[in-house]
């Protein structure tokens, strides 16, 4: 699986940014996809993520704010943020999870996107 992010970039506090991920690959294995941030000198956090059956789930940070989609036809996520906030500035990465079920085992595999900027200036 490959992920390519985009929509990034500079805007100033209360503007919106959308952010899409673009999966290729064995896309029919993918189970959650979702965002992650991280910020300077912090650990990489849960923005959104999406299940399969569209099942959402949104960091206490960004909910009312963000809203995740996915198009499963079209192998991409959405992340529409609205509301935005310095403390909203990071890069966030895209992620896909697979989960490979056979008789013996249950194992998740994780890919990543590059990562894309976000900077919301005060």
């Known amino acids: 699986v490959q992920l390519v992010e985009s929509g990034g970039g500079l805007v100033q506090a209360g503007g919106s940014l959308t952010l899409s991920c673009e999966a290729s690959?064995?896309?029919?294995?993918?189970?959650?996809m979702g965002w992650y941030r991280q910020a300077p000198g912090k650990q990489r956090e849960l923005v959104a993520s999406?299940?399969?059956?569209?099942?959402?789930n949104y960091a206490d940070s960004v909910k009312g704010r963000f809203t995740l989609s996915r198009d499963n036809a079209k192998n991409t996520v959405n992340l529409q943020m609205n509301s935005l906030k310095p403390e909203d500035s990071a890069v966030y990465y895209c992620?896909?999870?697979?989960?490979?079920?056979?008789?013996?085992?249950?194992?998740?595999?994780?890919?990543w996107g590059q990562g894309t900027q976000v900077t919301v200036s005060s």
């Open positions: 999406i299940s399969n059956s569209r099942s959402t």
């Open positions: 992620k896909a999870e697979v989960l490979v079920v056979t008789i013996e085992s249950r194992k998740q595999f994780d890919y």
């Open positions: 690959g064995r896309t029919s294995d993918i189970n959650v």
